[in-house]
């Protein structure tokens, strides 16, 4: 059983930055991480994925460039870097964990319960 935390959400200013962090208890070096959200009344969108080494790492269309993905797998924790938010980057931000690399499908094994990003105008 795998167990994944969510951490470092907030309300930050357009233009802002935030990081989040998620933490496993488990399994987690050999697992693909996923980060996901899912702003009100829309669904659940990938947003960033890094394969268990870290060698591989796919970014959704709309925050390439402006998030960054990372793990240390000696602390079992993905990061989800966030620079120049806008304000449809509000969301509840999920992670998850599955094994293989399949990035986008929303197939995980494991979810986090979620962390509020709010980006103000």
């Known amino acids: 059983q795998v167990q994944l935390v969510e951490s470092g959400g907030g309300l930050v200013q357009a233009g802002g930055s935030l990081r989040l962090s998620c933490t496993a208890s488990?399994?987690?070096?050999?697992?693909?991480m996923g980060w996901f959200r899912q702003a009100p009344g829309k669904e659940r969108e990938f947003v960033a994925a890094?394969?268990?080494?870290?060698?591989?790492?796919d970014y959704a269309d709309s925050v390439k460039d402006r998030f960054t993905i990372s793990r240390d797998n000696a602390k079992n924790t993905v990061y989800l870097q966030m620079n120049s938010l806008k304000p449809e980057d509000t969301a509840v931000y999920y992670c998850?964990?599955?094994?293989?690399?399949?990035?986008?499908?929303?197939?995980?094994?494991?979810w986090g319960q979620g962390t509020q990003v709010t980006v103000s105008s």
């Open positions: 998850a964990s599955k094994s293989g690399w399949t990035p986008r499908s929303n197939l995980y094994n494991y």
């Open positions: 488990g399994r987690f070096g050999t697992y693909t």
């Open positions: 890094i394969n268990w080494g870290g060698g591989l790492k």
